[in-house]
């Protein structure tokens, strides 16, 4: 059915604690059992069957990377690949990275009236961006089910996050300084010999990136999304020329790896020199699956995950979604 919408508000995300209750007050009343705010995962998991049972054609998600990842879960578990329902992503969380390539571009009442205005003339799929999400499964754990995001890291990622995740830094700093608290602790880290070794020698970990490319051994920087745009310029991966790019883009860069500095400089400003792409210890690509051998905890959108006792995870990207913009 066209011409409706439904809202998943998270009001426990950064900016909806800030606002006050006058805008959900507002959705609630507009949209009365479209109106989502869910205690936990699982009472989201079924709203959302609800609504895939009701056939809604249009998700908007206002939170942030966590609450989105959520959605896309429950998404990918009940509605038909064929059928997938279109998402506005409104960006209210601590971390909104999501939101940066494929956000609504309005949130609160601004939001909620230029969604209104899109469904009552049947216009909410005017304008989209298509991306697909970047599914996380456990091949050998029935008990875990996969997990739906849009952005992955590991080795030296996870320990990243794991920095800005202390108490002393997120309790006391918003997200963005949080973020730039905890580049600069990374940094002293590899100040010091001994943490340096540690992080630079990296983590075993083996790829299996489509059928050509294997990558196997000490692990310094994984990432992997299914983004087509970061803040700030930052584009870590490049394809050949000719190469499809619209699907899992993910860089490897082995343990102890040269040239980091520069390669690291080139990477943040979105460049990718002959030099990088020719050095063995930089890989990238793009592809629709990639299998993973590791031993230590990896980050989806945010939130940090074990590979389980088997060591083995697959990443695979969904059907394409349709995100609304504005």
Not at 236 to 244: K, S, V
Not at 263 to 289: I, K, V
Request: charged residues 20%.
């Amino acid at each position: 059915m066209t011409g409706r919408f439904a809202l998943v508000y998270n009001p426990r995300s950064r900016r909806n604690m800030s606002d006050g209750s006058l805008y959900a007050q507002t959705a609630r009343n507009l949209l009365g059992e479209n109106f989502i705010d869910p205690a936990d995962r699982i009472r989201l998991d079924a709203h959302i069957a609800e609504l895939a049972a009701s056939d809604m054609d249009c998700i908007v998600i206002d939170g942030g990377d966590g609450t989105v990842s959520d959605v896309l879960t429950a998404v990918r578990r009940h509605y038909a690949p064929d059928r997938l329902p279109a998402l506005a992503v409104l960006p209210s969380g601590n971390t909104n990275l999501i939101a940066g390539d494929v956000g609504f571009g309005m949130r609160g009442l601004e939001a909620l009236e230029r969604l209104q205005h899109l469904a009552a003339s049947d216009t909410l799929r005017r304008n989209v961006r298509r991306r697909c999400g970047l599914v996380v499964e456990w091949p050998e754990s029935d008990a875990r089910e996969p997990v739906v995001g849009m952005f992955h890291g590991a080795a030296a990622f996870t320990r990243g996050i794991e920095l800005a995740h202390q108490p002393a830094i997120l309790n006391n700093y918003a997200h963005e300084m949080a973020v730039v608290v905890s580049f600069l602790s990374s940094v002293a880290h590899l100040l010091k010999r001994r943490s340096r070794q540690q992080w630079m020698r990296g983590d075993p970990i083996t790829i299996q990136a489509g059928e050509r490319v294997r990558r196997q051994g000490n692990c310094f920087l994984f990432l992997s999304t299914t983004l087509q745009f970061l803040p700030h310029g930052i584009w870590p991966f490049w394809t050949a020329d000719g190469a499809r790019d619209d699907a899992i883009n993910y860089l490897h860069v082995a343990g102890q790896p040269s040239r980091l500095v520069a390669a690291s400089w080139a990477l943040l400003r979105g460049r990718h020199p002959a030099w990088l792409r020719d050095n063995p210890d930089y890989c990238s690509g793009c592809e629709q699956r990639i299998e993973m051998a590791l031993d230590s905890d990896f980050v989806l959108d945010g939130e940090v995950f074990s590979p389980g006792p088997a060591r083995r995870i697959i990443l695979s990207s969904t059907a394409p979604i349709d995100f609304i913009h504005a």
